[in-house]
């Protein structure tokens, strides 16, 4: 049984920093791509940043380039997501996902697995 599990979430006020993580069993981890997304109350979920599972190539979504930092260790098979100058619009429900495929992949569709997500909250 695939598991991803986030944690990390919480409170913050505008200009700090956050790490996410997301903790995978049941999966051969080092073969997935994994990725984090965002869904924001009352909107659609939309993708953040990816990595893949080879040369940890990474992808980031405009929004959060040069501020959010995504990396990986296969040994503990956990994401995380290094979240800094967080912003009021950042708040929103963080997810973390696998994907079997070998690149980096931004479509919702593309992932296999989910976590559960994980509340960060950021006020000005």
């Known amino acids: 049984q695939v598991q991803l599990v986030e944690s990390g979430g919480g409170l913050a006020q505008a200009g700090d920093s956050l790490r996410l993580s997301c903790a995978a069993s049941g999966l051969t981890y080092s073969t997935y791509a994994m990725g984090w997304f965002r869904q924001i109350l009352g909107k659609e979920r939309e993708f953040v940043a990816a990595?893949?599972?080879?040369?940890?190539?990474?992808y980031y979504a405009d929004s959060v380039k040069g501020r959010f930092f995504i990396s990986r260790d296969n040994d503990k098979k956990t994401v995380y997501l290094q979240m800094n100058s967080l912003k009021p619009e950042d708040t929103a429900v963080y997810y973390c996902a696998a994907d079997k495929g070998t690149t980096v992949r931004t479509a919702e569709y593309a992932y296999d697995y989910w976590g559960r997500g994980t509340q960060v909250t950021v006020s000005s």
């Open positions: 990595i893949t599972w080879r040369s940890g190539r990474a």
